[in-house]
């Protein structure tokens, strides 16, 4: 099948979260997802490329409507609420989105009516009846392999989904389905020859078992007797669309399908997403896309849960990390920093509000922070700005430092293209750790009172205040308003924090700058 395709600049990057449902408030988990994908958007701009970040809300389907009945709402002024709330907190986070789709808006309405046209008449969507195990929570069907006996809680037995512990029922309908089946082979061959599709690898070998084992074909609509918040399939009134076709379609509408401008950013080059949904963005979305002649995603970025308690969140059950009280009692900057510090992709990790403290005061606000407010002083700085050196930098004692100064830009690099936000930071953060000791271990307050000794002290504060500076730089995806401060105090113009700067450790173009010695980088938080 011959896929769409245009040269696209090199120098553009489109970056997605998936769209977030509605039928319950956001929690910690949204959070971290859309912060992970907001770091590799702003790394990407710190690299040079132009960039877009797309977010949203997912407001169709059974579980939303039960819930606007439960808050006694209309369900469209339910959904209104809920998705004005995840706006505010990713507002609130400084998410930096350039596109807030909302399924329930008249262009994402438009856009799956032409995605279904496409594939209807490529003939990969008919008519038939559909028989399987269906999970009403999760809103998806589910293969046999994927089932689980378990108890409910009248001590009965039931099947479960593996993947959710959530109950199935056997359902059959009369509905549309789409030739998943038929897509085996295609998306065999396309993962074989997109072998950095999805990242961390560990999650890659599960979907192309799954695919190898075979996919029945997929149902992608629903009786609008059993779902009426719904788009309607079009040119039959009498089915609605399937949640996850309506919600996958809105990477296209927000790059503006189906205009054909939606080429100029399209595909996207990375979707980050949570490992629980892997087989709707793994399987089906590249399905869908294969099959209607279009180009996937570039890259998935899958990342673990968190858990409260070991246990994984739960917004039915009440079990979450309700965000934005975090946000306003450990600042923006602190939570962001911590979310992306303290988590891997790979492996579960376990929220504490005590480790949050625990990161954020020994990291900004200890290393960080008293790194910035103890060499910019006056006691060691008299003149107030960045000293003029040109020689002899490299002594023994500071060439480690600067041995590690000169690998981090591209260190960094690797680690945030790949969303390992958790070892680029750690790089940072030692560089830090070593440059403090190394200022402790000079004592610039003794050697401010030597005259002789003025070479010495000025090569230190150079160093200081280049390692400072290419930090801030390469900090800016997960903390901007701090790395922001930094700079400015620093005297570092808004031209001056690319990767390319960041690269250039010991440019002395900054020599006899002005430092600010008045600015707090990070507060240290007292709880």
């Known amino acids: 099948m011959r896929i769409s395709r245009v040269r696209r600049s090199i120098r553009k990057c489109l970056t997605t979260t998936p769209i977030y449902y509605v039928n319950s408030q956001p929690h910690i988990g949204h959070l971290y997802t859309t912060v992970l994908a907001d770091c ?10 132009t960039c877009t970040l797309t977010t949203g809300t997912d407001e169709h389907g059974i579980k939303v409507e039960r819930a606007a009945q439960s808050a006694n709402q209309r ?3 339910f959904c209104d609420g809920v998705s004005h709330t995840f706006r505010q907190l990713f507002d609130s986070a400084n998410i930096d989105y350039t596109e807030f789709i909302r399924t329930t808006q008249s262009s994402h309405k438009l856009a799956v009516e032409s995605f279904w046209n496409r594939l209807y008449n490529l003939g990969f969507i008919y008519p038939g009846e559909y028989s399987g195990w269906y999970c009403p929570s999760d809103e998806t069907f589910v293969k046999p392999s994927e089932l689980i006996d378990s108890i409910n809680s009248d001590g009965l037995s039931i099947k479960s989904r593996k993947a959710s512990l959530q109950p199935v029922e056997w359902i059959t309908e009369s509905n549309y389905l789409f030739r998943l089946s038929s897509m085996r082979e295609t998306l065999l061959n396309w993962y074989n020859n997109n072998p950095d599709f999805i990242y961390p690898g560990t999650f890659y070998q599960g979907v192309i078992d799954g695919v190898e084992s075979g996919y029945p074909d997929l149902s992608v609509s629903r009786l609008r007797d059993n779902l009426t918040w719904g788009i309607p399939v079009p040119n039959d009134p009498t089915q609605v669309v399937y949640v996850w076709l309506d919600a996958l379609v809105n990477y296209l509408t927000a790059v503006g399908y189906p205009n054909d401008t939606y080429l100029k950013r399209w595909p996207p080059d990375y979707q980050v997403i949570g490992k629980d949904i892997i087989k709707f963005h793994a399987v089906y979305w590249p399905a869908f896309l ?13 990342h ?13 059950r009440g079990e979450v990390v309700e965000p934005t009280r975090r946000l306003q009692e450990y600042s923006v900057d602190g939570v962001r ?3 992306l510090r303290d988590h891997s992709l790979q492996y579960d990790g376990n929220y504490s509000d005590g480790r949050v403290l625990e990161v954020v005061n020994t990291e900004l606000a200890n290393q960080l922070g008293n790194l ?3 060499s910019v002083g006056v006691k060691v700085n008299r003149g107030g700005k960045w000293p003029d050196v040109r020689d002899g930098l490299r002594q023994t004692g500071s060439r480690r430092l600067l041995d590690k100064l000169e690998g981090l830009a591209d260190r960094c690099s690797s680690c945030y293209s790949n969303g390992d936000t958790n070892r680029a930071l750690g790089s940072i953060v030692d560089l830090i750790s070593d440059c403090n000791v190394y200022f402790s271990e000079m004592r610039p307050w003794d050697l401010s009172k030597q005259p002789d000794q003025t070479s010495t002290l000025d090569r230190l504060l150079y160093i200081t205040y280049n390692i400072l500076r290419v930090s801030a730089i390469l900090l800016q995806p997960a903390v901007p308003d701090i790395s922001n401060r930094l700079l400015n105090g620093l005297s570092i113009g808004t031209n001056e924090r690319t990767l390319d700067d960041a690269r250039h450790v010991l440019d002395n173009k900054y020599c006899n700058r002005s430092i600010d010695s008045s600015v707090v980088i990070f507060k240290r938080i007292e709880k």
């Open 75 to 77: 369900t469209d002024k």
């Open 290 to 302: 294969l099959a209607a002649g279009m180009e996937p995603p570039r890259r998935l970025i899958v």
């Open 337 to 339: 920093y911590y979310l």
């Open 304 to 316: 673990s849960h968190w858990t409260l308690d070991g246990a994984k969140m739960s917004k039915s």
């Open 40 to 49: 590799l958007h702003r790394w990407a701009k710190v690299t040079g490329a």
């Open 372 to 374: 910035y407010s103890r």
